[in-house]
């Protein structure tokens, strides 16, 4: 088998293959653009049509995310226009980025040109990287900031070079105007440091300044939590409430199926075996099982990690080469389940499954993203089918009332279309935007049940049932409520809820 050929940047630096260029790159581009080709179909996820209204009202934080992605949201709409498509640029394009960062991983690590094509075409056709290259998510930023941050973590410690610290900084600073998240890899990776060293670089001074440099950056993101009472702490304990004990179930099933499906994981454990066997680096192969106890004591989502997992497949590719090296039906076997893990995962993270098609089928009871992105034009026309019913006095009078913020991003993209009212909702960041007017005394409410409007208006008639969604929103009552109780502003406190 040829060797690679080897490059030394520094008498103190291992010896790190030449980068894979050509073939790494193209499969980026060809992630990218078959991203970009599919990114019309289906619609708008939940998320991004909330990311949507945010970002029409930019500020430092919101009570349930940072700024970045409704920032994002907000570019992406400004630049390329107000649909679907324009919001899926940046997915793509980072998803090229990530599949690049990988296979930087796996060459750090020791990788040749076979391990980081196989790194590359890994994550190019991931489950959870097609899921986020195809839409907006928070989970989008988060992939390539926490890749990057792990590569720059791995250099500083693989070739004693401390001047990776600054950049580990900055990227983490950055970070956390997308999620917060990116302090579980540092605790992480720190605590392993202090188990399994190398304890030496706590004493290089520019590891220190990397953290500060963090903290600078993310300064104006700390004080907002801190002057609104820290928001993402209250969020995260409401999400506690609500879902952890259904995350803390599927954590471990859902390890095995982040990055692709079952039969690629003895790659990641591989991986975890590399790491494990150098010193060097052995304080990432510790901060993964530091970060799911977290995760999973929290209740957190199991994709909270999936960062890490790319670490473990970049690491275990080469191994797994070496272990298929001479051994035609190794390869095949290998080869096979890439190729096949790629087919599942294309099957499952894109829409490929014609969206009439797809409520009911093992992608929609799997794919919340995926069943979460249909019927959304058409649940708007429903409801504005509702106000257009109403006696001219009442529509004069009315208000649109959402139940949780997708129904209100749907509402607001189409208000235009369908000359629809304001849109007002308790759920999240949009209980902070405030009540409606006083004036209104007409609110046409979807979502919310009527055991939840008993006694809070003087008249409450359900006109409607939402039809031809995929989601959750299937089947939920439309509702015509006259006369609040009581004054919008002392009804608004009992509304709000967060999810």
């Known amino acids: 088998m040829a060797t690679t050929p080897q490059i030394t940047r520094t008498d103190r630096e291992p010896p790190v293959p030449r980068f894979a260029l050509r073939p790494v790159g193209a499969i980026a581009l060809a992630a990218t653009a078959v991203l970009l080709a599919v990114s019309p179909w289906y619609g708008y996820h939940r998320d991004e ?44 394009l980072l998803a090229g980025v990530l599949v690049v960062l990988v296979a930087c991983v796996a ?63 900055a990227t983490a600073g950055v970070a956390a105007y997308n999620r917060q998240l990116i302090v579980l890899l540092l605790a992480g990776v720190g605590a392993g440091i202090l188990l399994a060293g190398p304890r030496r670089v706590l004493r290089d001074p520019r590891l220190w300044l990397g953290a500060l440099l963090a903290l600078a950056i993310a300064a104006p993101n700390v004080v907002y939590q801190i002057t609104h009472d820290w ?10 409430i609500g879902k952890g004990g259904d995350n803390r179930i599927t954590f471990v099933p859902m390890q095995l199926v982040l990055v692709s499906w079952p039969p690629l994981v003895p790659v990641m454990v591989a991986g975890w075996i590399r790491l494990w066997r150098d010193r060097a680096v052995r304080s990432l192969a510790i901060a993964y099982p530091l970060c799911c106890a977290v995760v999973l004591y929290t209740g957190g989502r199991p994709d909270y990690v999936v960062g890490l997992l790319f670490l473990l497949f970049a690491a275990g590719c080469a191994p797994t080469l070496e272990w298929a090296a001479g051994r035609p039906r190794r390869r ?68 649109l009332l959402a139940a949780n913020y997708g129904e209100a991003g749907a509402l607001d993209r189409w208000a235009g279309e369908y000359a629809l009212p304001p849109v007002h909702s308790p759920h999240n960041e949009l209980y902070w935007w405030g009540p409606p007017p006083e ?61």
């Open 49 to 92: 049509l909330y990311f949507r209204l945010l970002g029409q009202r930019p500020r430092l934080g919101y009570f349930d995310t940072p700024p970045l992605t409704p920032l994002v949201a907000r570019i992406s709409t400004a630049l390329f226009g107000d649909t679907v498509t324009a919001l899926r640029v940046v997915p793509a």
């Open 231 to 240: 928001p993402q702490a209250q969020m995260a304990a409401a999400l506690e």
């Open 107 to 169: 060459r750090e690590l020791g990788g040749g040109r076979a391990a980081q094509i196989m790194a590359a075409a890994g994550i190019a056709t991931g489950l959870f990287p097609l899921v986020a290259g195809h839409t907006l998510l928070t989970l989008t930023l988060d992939l390539p900031l926490w890749t990057a941050a792990i590569l720059f973590i791995l250099r500083a410690l693989r070739r004693g070079d401390g001047r990776w610290w600054l950049a580990v900084g």
């Open 439 to 499: 004036t209104a005394r007409v609110a046409v409410v979807v979502g919310a049940p009527s055991s939840f409007l008993t006694g809070r208006f003087a008249r409450c008639d359900q006109v409607a049932s939402v039809g031809g969604m995929a989601g959750e929103e299937q089947g939920v009552p439309i509702t015509v409520c006259r006369d609040p109780a009581t004054s919008w502003a002392a009804l608004w406190p009992g509304l709000r809820h967060y999810s």
């Open 332 to 399: 095949v076997l290998v080869t096979a389940a890439v190729a096949l893990g790629a087919v599942s995962n294309v099957v499952f993270a894109l829409p490929v499954i014609p969206a009439e098609s797809l409520r009911g089928t093992p992608v929609a009871l799997a794919n919340e993203v995926a069943r979460d992105s249909v019927g959304w034009p058409g649940f708007a026309a429903q409801v504005a089918a509702v106000v257009r019913a109403l006696p001219a006095d009442d529509r004069a009078r009315a208000i």
